[in-house]
Every structure is written in structure tokens, then in C-alpha cells.
Nanobody, 122 residues
Framework: QVQLVESGGGLVQAGGSVRLSCAAE????????MGWFRQTPGKEREFVAA???????GYADFVKGRFTISREIAENTVYLQMNSLKPEDTGVYYC????????????????WGQGTQVTVSS
């Protein structure tokens, strides 16, 4: 059973920053495609960013230039640094893992964390 443990959400003012963390077992961390998704009010769960096994990273257009995904091997943790936050970034953020080489669809990620709430006030 793959376990993903997220942390780091909270309340932040517009323009502020938050860093989310997702810890995984080492075998999962080293071999999986790691992604971040979010579910904002009234919307379907959507892709935010991903970090592939080979170092490839990718982002949704609405976070490019503001969010950065990174994979810290020594800590078995993937981070999502979120800067210049906007009220529309408010939602539950999920970490996910996949055996695929690359994927942005949530259906391609079988393993999910519990989610962490990020609330951006205006």
C-alpha cells in the first residue's frame, strides 16, 4: 500500500506564499511520477504540477511562474512552493503518485494523499 502524507496547508493572504510537502516511502519516491492536484470550490479536481523520475517537471498554465515543484531525494519528499497566491487558488491540494512515465490526468494516478486545505484571503 502506497502512503502519501501531505502537510503545509493553511490560511494565507493574497500575494503570499505557502509550501506544501508530500512524504512517501523511499521506493515510491524514487520510482514514481509525483503530482500535485487541487480541487477548488465548484470545480473538478485539476492538475497543478508533476515531477517525473528523470527530472522532468510540468505545470498547469494557471500556475506557471508562480508555483515550483521539487523532489528532495534525501528527504523522500516532494514539495510544491506556491508564490503570488490568489484567492482563486483556494482549495484542497492533493499529492498523488503514478507508475506512468508522465501523466497529467488524475485517472492515471492510483495513489493519493489525504489532501491539505489552502485558503487565500483577499
Amino acid at each position: 500500500q502506497v502512503q502519501l502524507v501531505e502537510s503545509g496547508g493553511g490560511l494565507v493572504q493574497a500575494g503570499g506564499s505557502v509550501r506544501l510537502s508530500c512524504a512517501a516511502e523511499r521506493s515510491t519516491f524514487l520510482n514514481a511520477l509525483m503530482g500535485w492536484f487541487r480541487q477548488t470550490p465548484g470545480k473538478e479536481r485539476e492538475f497543478v504540477a508533476a515531477s517525473g523520475r528523470t527530472g522532468r517537471t510540468g505545470y498547469a498554465d494557471f500556475v506557471k511562474g508562480r508555483f515550483t515543484i521539487s523532489r528532495e531525494i534525501a528527504e523522500n519528499t516532494v514539495y510544491l512552493q506556491m508564490n503570488s497566491l490568489k484567492p482563486e487558488d483556494t482549495g484542497v491540494y492533493y499529492c498523488a503518485a503514478s507508475a506512468s512515465a508522465w501523466a497529467t490526468g488524475s485517472e492515471q494516478y492510483p495513489y493519493w494523499g489525504q489532501g491539505t486545505q489552502v485558503t487565500v484571503s483577499s
